[in-house]
Nanobody
Framework: QVQLVESGGGSVQPGGSLRLSCAAS????????IAWFRQAPGKEREGVSC????????YYTGSVKGRFTISRDNAKNTVYLQMNSLKAEDTAVYYC????????????????????WGQGTQVTVSS
């Protein structure tokens, strides 16, 4: 059974940092792309970042570029999202999602491309 479990969310002041984890079970991440999405209250779900199964390609949406870093540890079957210089507008529920992909396929931050999702973890940035 494919399962993704996010952790690491919490409350932090503006300028602070958090590291989110997305632990996979029931399958090997070696063959799967992973993406992070977020959804703030009253807003559409937004793609934040993605990483290819090989780890050779990453993508960041403009608002987080330079502040967030996605990485993966296939040996631990876990993907991370390091979030630095957090802003109030980063407040949202963060979700990881995955899909099987060939090595020639680029990752994306389009929600319909992903068929397995975690339950989400809340990130609140507030003074």
């Amino acid at each position: 059974q494919v399962q993704l479990v996010e952790s690491g969310g919490g409350s932090v002041q503006p300028g602070g940092s958090l590291r989110l984890s997305c632990a996979a079970s029931g399958f090997s991440l070696n063959y799967y792309h992973i993406a992070w999405f977020r959804q703030a209250p009253g807003k559409e779900r937004e793609g934040v970042s993605c990483i290819k199964n090989s780890g050779g390609m990453t993508y960041y949406t403009g608002s987080v570029k330079g502040r967030f870093t996605i990485s993966r540890d296939n040996a631990k079957n876990t993907v991370y999202l390091q979030m630095n210089s957090l802003k109030a507008e980063d407040t949202a529920v963060y979700y990881c999602a995955t899909r099987a992909a060939g090595p020639w396929q680029e990752c994306s931050v389009r929600a319909p491309d992903y068929n397995y999702w975690g339950q989400g973890t809340q990130v609140t940035v507030s003074s």
